[in-house]
T-cell receptor, first 111, second 114 residues
Framework: SQKIEQNSEALNIQEGKTATLTCNYTNYSPAYLQWYRQDPGRGPVFLLLIRENEKEKRKERLKVTFDTTLKQSLFHITASQPADSATYLCAFPGSNYQLIWGAGTKLIIKP | KAGVTQTPRYLIKTRGQQVTLSCSPISGHRSVSWYQQTPGQGLQFLFEYFSETQRNKGNFPGRFSGRQFSNSRSEMNVSTLELGDSALYLC?????????????FGSGTQLSVL
C-alpha cells in the first residue's frame, strides 16, 4: 500500500542554522508532494507544493526538493527562528487524489 | 476572504451520544474534506464532498457520516460515540475540482468523549 514516512523524533536545531526535514514515500509515484505547518491545537497551514518534474522550489526561507529516484522530499528552513517551531507535515495524492499524510516531524528551534 | 470556519471549537460528550460538527469553507470553494487527527497520528481521511456529492470515503465505520449543502457548507455526524473517537476533527476546503492541491484547513473541533 502507499506509504509516507517522516522522522517521528523531534528535531532540535539552534537558531540561525538550517533545519532539514525528510519525507520518504513507497509504493507510489506521486504527481506532486505538499508540505504543511501545524501548530498545537490548530489546523495545518499550506506551505509549498512541488511537482514531480520540479527538482526544487523556494519560498522566502523555505526550500523543498523532490527526488523521484530516491522517493524522497527534503524540506529546508534556512536562518531558522524560534517562531519556526512547529510540526511539519508532508502529503501526497494517492488514488482518487486523496492525500496521504505523514505523521509529521516536530521541529524545535532553540534560541 | 474569510478562512475555513469550524464550529464548535471544543466539545465534550459521553459515550453513546451523537455529535454534529459544522464547517464553512472559504467562499467559492466547492470541495470540503474531513480528517481525524489523534496525538502522534497522521491525518486520517474521513470523506470528501464536492457539489453536495460524497466523492471519496476513508476507512471509518458507518457511525461517521457527512453531508454538504448547496452553499458548500458541510456537516459531519458521529453517532454512538466511543472513547476512541476523542480527537481533533479538521475540515479543509480547496478551490480545485478534486485534485486536493493546496488545502485550507479550519482550526478544528476538539472532541472529547468521556
Amino acid at each position: 500500500s502507499q506509504k509516507i514516512e517522516q522522522n517521528s523524533e523531534a528535531l532540535n536545531i539552534q537558531e540561525g542554522k538550517t533545519a532539514t526535514l525528510t519525507c520518504n514515500y513507497t509504493n507510489y509515484s506521486p504527481a506532486y508532494l505538499q508540505w504543511y505547518r501545524q501548530d498545537p491545537g490548530r489546523g495545518p497551514v499550506f506551505l509549498l507544493l512541488i511537482r514531480e518534474n520540479e527538482k526544487e522550489k523556494r519560498k522566502e526561507r523555505l526550500k523543498v526538493t523532490f527526488d523521484t529516484t530516491l522517493k524522497q522530499s527534503l524540506f529546508h528552513i534556512t536562518a531558522s527562528q524560534p517562531a519556526d517551531s512547529a510540526t511539519y507535515l508532508c502529503a501526497f495524492p494517492g488514488s482518487n487524489y486523496q492525500l496521504i499524510w505523514g505523521a509529521g516531524t516536530k521541529l524545535i528551534i532553540k534560541p | 476572504k474569510a478562512g475555513v470556519t469550524q464550529t464548535p471549537r471544543y466539545l465534550i460528550k459521553t459515550r453513546g451520544q451523537q455529535v454534529t460538527l459544522s464547517c464553512s469553507p472559504i467562499s467559492g470553494h466547492r470541495s470540503v474534506s474531513w480528517y481525524q487527527q489523534t496525538p502522534g497520528q497522521g491525518l486520517q481521511f474521513l470523506f470528501e464532498y464536492f457539489s453536495e456529492t460524497q466523492r471519496n470515503k476513508g476507512n471509518f465505520p458507518g457511525r461517521f457520516s457527512g453531508r454538504q449543502f448547496s452553499n458548500s457548507r458541510s456537516e459531519m455526524n458521529v453517532s454512538t460515540l466511543e472513547l476512541g473517537d476523542s480527537a481533533l476533527y479538521l475540515c479543509a476546503s480547496s478551490a480545485g475540482q478534486g485534485r486536493n492541491e493546496k488545502l485550507f484547513f479550519g482550526s478544528g473541533t476538539q472532541l472529547s468523549v468521556l
